[in-house]
Structures are given as C-alpha cells and as structure tokens.
C-alpha cells in the first residue's frame, strides 16, 4: 500500500489547527494533529518542506520504519517542531492501519482494558465562590474528576481563568498579551481554594490543580505539603523540567501526586523523571511526543515504575489528537486520566468523530482508523490566524514562565 500524496490542512474554527491527511494507492487515507499552539506555521513548513517530498512512494504499512526515517534521518532529531510532525505522520498511518484492518484503532493496539476512558474538567473561576459554582457544574454533568483553578486576589489575570467555562483558548492576542505574577500571592491563595471545595463536596471526586511551570522547587514542595490534606489527584508542572533532578526537592517533601509532560517531546525528556520514579503521571500526548508509536514506548518505561499515563488534551490538540488518546488510552495498561477540555461546536463541526462522553468516561467509538474525520470543504471556509500564547511577568517586570 503505497502513499501517493500528502497534503497539510490548516482551519482556524475559532482557533487553529494543522492537520496532515496521508492517502494511499488503494483508496484508503489516513489523518493526524500536527498542532503546535503559537508555533503552527513552523510545522506546516516542516511537514510540506522537509517530510511530504519523503513520504510520497513509501509502503503506508510500515509505520515503525517511516517513523525511525523520520527521526533517525534528519539529523536534528527531537524538539517540538519534529516530534509534532513525526506525530501527525505517525497518527495518520496508525488511521490507515487500523482503517485497513477494519478495526477501531485501540483493537489493534491489543484491545480494551476498560470500559471507558476517565477524564477530567476545567472547573475554573474568578474567585473561590465562582470555582466552587463551576466545580458544581461539572459534578452535575458526571465527572469523577475535575481540575480546580481560581484567580488570585492581587493579581490582574491568572493561569487556567477564563470567561468560556467548557472551553478556553489561551492564545488570545495576535502578539503576546503579558500576564503579572506573584509567587508569594499563589502559595498564599491555592491551598484556601482546595480547602473550600473539600468542605463543600467531600472527597468522592478526584481533584486536580496545574500549577503550569511556575515555582521553584523548594516552592512546589511548600505548596504540595499544604495541599496534602485536600488529597489531590496530581498537582501538575509544579517546576519547569528543563532539569529533571528539579522533581526530587518536591518529591522529598510532599506525597501529593506529581504530574509532568505536557510539553515533553521524547521518551528523554522524561527518563529521569520516570527511572527514578520522582513522579506519579507522565502527560506525554499523541501530537506532541512522536504519535501513538512513541507514545507506546513512554507508556511501556512507566509502568515498569508505577508512573500511569495522564495525556494532555486542552483545546489545542485537535479532536485528531482526541481521539487517537482515547484508542490509546482504552488499551494502555497503565492507565491514569484523560485530560478533556471540550472543543467549540465550530472545531467540533470540522472534524466529525467517534467519540463521546457519558458519566464522566469518553469512549473513542467502534469505527474503523481512530475514529476522526476532517471536513475540507468547511475547513477551508476558517483561514488561519496569528495568535500567540501569553508572557508572564512578575510584578516587578523579570519575565517568568507563563
Ligand atoms: O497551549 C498551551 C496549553 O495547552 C496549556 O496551557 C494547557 O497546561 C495546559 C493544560 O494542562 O491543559
Ligand atoms: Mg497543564
């Protein structure tokens, strides 16, 4: 089975996304999220400039070789620009595979280990009360788990708020909005929030906070500590991982659960994380960390160190990367969450799917490939659109991690 074309599909529905559709000699496509948020045009030109003109003549069924090819055999392996494309070549032939088996993807995989696949809200609000109304929410449509972020008193805007309560987009300004942020503010404010949502709803659903990259680790481990009585489900990107040994601190000093990965391209990137067994979830996903081939890898190194997969899936992985997840995440052994932030019903509208969701569980649905579909035709009616993800400042003006 032979690839005779390629093609990159780039829609804005709201929000942007890149796509790669992959279609054989034998009628039979394929198709895969090659979204990088804030940085999509650089994996356009890096799947039409470098990777189409390669693909074009190669046998679809050898996914493992295409995707050694594309790795080993450029050179300048890793980073997000490559991985995600690596991804969304990768996917696409897992959609053929599966497609030509006439399988939903996740039989092929080995089958379903469970019913469905848990995943998790965004409860989010200006204030305690507002997060506490939303937590309410999302109980009410079923969900055993929910991540809780509240805005912090003192500052203007915070990580994780927002107006859209089922969705959100934080690529917001056509260039970079800029946020202010204040540690001491954060440390003080978070652990009142998970004390209020305790005191209101007990402790029979799953509560999750990402912190996203901005303490140090004597911080994150502060935090942690003060959050143990709350028994969170993870506390996620409490440091920044540039170095890995950073997690050991947060690791001696607190036992609330550790998740990292979001941004994470490669098994290397989180070797030392999972080897020495400094966290408790890895959020590597499909789009961004080398496909469902790659992805196997991670996932086969964690569980040999009790570490379970918990993927990322924000609105920027596109419902492509959803449900390819979600084949994956019906068979991994080593299963954790499902992060769900709900896509907008023009995104929904472009890319037709399997999936869906019912008490708190998606289900990736028994069609044949991963179950996702692109509509060109009313993609191509949303053109692309400059936005970048903000910059965070701390209130004296030193950049930091937003
Ligand atoms: O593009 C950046 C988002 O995907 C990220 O900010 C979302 O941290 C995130 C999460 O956990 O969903
Ligand atoms: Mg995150």
Redesign the pocket.
């Known amino acids: 089975m032979k690839i005779i074309e390629a093609k990159v599909i780039v829609t804005c529905p709201g929000r942007n996304f890149v796509t790669l559709k992959i279609i054989t000699d034998q009628g039979l496509y394929g198709i895969g999220d090659a979204t990088l948020?804030?940085r999509e045009l650089s994996v356009v030109s890096y799947l039409e400039d470098h990777v189409i003109p390669c693909l074009i003549g190669r046998d679809a069924s050898r996914i493992e070789d295409i995707w050694q090819y594309l790795y080993r055999g450029c050179y300048w392996r890793r980073g997000p620009v490559t991985m995600s494309a690596i991804s969304a070549v990768d996917t696409a032939l897992w959609d053929i595979k599966a497609k030509a088996a006439n399988m939903p993807l996740y039989q092929l995989l080995g089958g379903a280990s469970r019913e469905g696949v848990m995943v998790y809200g965004?409860a989010n609000g200006n204030d305690i009360e507002e997060t506490k109304e939303e937590v309410s929410k999302y109980i009410e449509l079923g969900y055993k788990a929910i991540?809780a972020q509240t805005g912090i008193p003192g500052l203007p805007s915070t990580?994780g708020v927002s107006k859209d309560k089922m969705y959100y987009e934080?690529?917001d300004g056509a260039l970079p909005t800029e946020n202010v942020w204040s540690t001491e503010k954060y440390l003080d404010h978070t652990p009142k929030l998970f004390e209020a949502l305790r005191n209101e709803f007990g402790f029979e659903h799953h509560l999750l906070h990402?912190v996203?990259h901005r303490l140090t680790p004597i911080e994150a481990a502060r935090l942690g500590k003060s959050l143990e009585p709350y028994r969170l489900f993870w506390m996620?990107?409490c440091v920044a991982a540039d170095n890995q040994e950073s997690l050991r601190r947060v690791r001696e000093h607190t036992v609330t659960p550790l998740a990292i990965g979001?941004i994470f391209n490669t098994v290397w990137d989180c070797k030392t994380l999972i080897e020495q067994e400094l966290i408790d979830y890895i959020?590597t996903t499909v789009v961004h960390a080398g496909g469902i081939s790659h992805l196997k890898q991670i996932a086969g190194f964690a569980a040999l160190h009790h570490v379970k997969m918990g993927c990322?899936?924000?609105t920027?992985?596109s419902p492509v990367c959803m449900g390819a997840s979600l084949n994956f995440n019906l068979w991994v052994p080593n299963f954790g969450v499902q992060?769900y932030?709900r896509h907008t019903e023009e995104t929904d509208a472009v890319f037709p799917h399997a999936y869906s969701f019912k008490d708190g569980y998606l289900h990736p649905g028994d069609k044949p490939g991963h179950g996702v579909e692109i509509d060109e035709a009313l993609a191509a009616k949303y053109p692309y659109k400059r936005a970048f993800?903000p910059v965070n400042r701390k209130e004296d003006g030193t950049m930091w991690n937003w």
Do not use: I, K, Q, T
């Open positions: 948020n804030g965004h991540r990580y934080p690529a990402d996203h996620e990107d979001e959020r990322h899936g924000a920027d992985l992060e932030m993800l």
